[in-house]
């Protein structure tokens, strides 16, 4: 027992430690920190007199008190778009405001009109596209096989690993989207994982959508008319 006991506010600044490195959100992340090292200034001054590791946990909680302030400016600063605030309420409920304003930046908003190529069968797409609004279709070996409508993403799949499209996908009339760049999403997923991850829980809800939608629509044809 005198392990647990003698040094229980070592134990704890330990414990503080550990939790932080399971945080998935930055913010939480830093707290647990500073717990941490408070908690493991009043061991080392109190119980031991260690001025030295005083010092290196103030300077700790220095640097996190500060990138804590940083990103609590960050995330007060964001601001969204009408149609922006319409695709976080769809696909990007998770993150923080400062997180969603960089995936968007790292993007961009663009008019496309009837006839522009989104996709072509057999290459990788460049862009991973979200149809604000208006319409795109796609065809497999020129059969046009279906439309594409606002709210989902063409050429999530190819951007999930290192396949290519499955169809040519085209815009059908003028239409606002928001496209992001292939090669940024791949720097994204080694250099920042949480952007990347919100574009990834996007992907995969829409995907579901789709799915869903593909299965109605399959069981209203084994059904027939009513």
């Known amino acids: 027992m005198g392990f647990l006991t003698d040094g229980l ?4 600044s330990y414990i503080f430690l550990i939790v932080s490195s399971l945080m998935r959100r930055m913010m939480l992340l830093r707290l647990f920190l500073v717990a941490s090292a ?5 061991y ?5 007199g260690n001025v030295v590791g005083v010092f290196w946990e103030g300077l700790l909680i220095a640097v996190n ?14 601001r969204f778009s009408d149609e922006e605030r319409r695709m976080i309420a769809r696909y990007f409920r998770g993150g923080t405001p400062g997180h ?6 790292h993007g961009e908003w663009v008019d496309l009109e009837p006839g522009h190529g989104l996709t072509w069968q057999g290459e990788k797409p460049r862009w991973l596209t979200y149809l604000s609004d208006g319409r795109a279709h796609y065809t497999v070996n020129g059969v046009r096989l279906g439309e594409i409508g606002p709210g989902h993403f063409v ?10 499209a499955t169809a040519d996908a085209a815009i059908d009339v003028p239409t606002r989207v928001w496209r992001i760049d292939r090669d940024k999403l791949d720097r994204l997923q080694d250099t920042n994982p949480d952007l990347f991850g919100l574009v990834a829980a996007a992907i995969a809800l829409d995907l579901r959508a789709k799915m869903v939608a593909s299965n109605t629509r399959a069981l209203e044809v084994a059904l027939g008319p009513a």
């Open 44 to 48: 080392d001054w109190i119980w031991l």
């Open 65 to 78: 008190v500060v990138q804590i302030a940083l990103l609590w400016h960050r995330d007060r600063r964001a």
């Open 100 to 105: 969603r304003r960089a995936l968007f930046d």
């Open 155 to 164: 050429g999530e799949m190819s951007m999930l690993g290192e396949t290519t």
């Open 38 to 42: 408070v908690t493991g200034i009043a």
């Open 9 to 12: 506010v070592g134990h704890l």
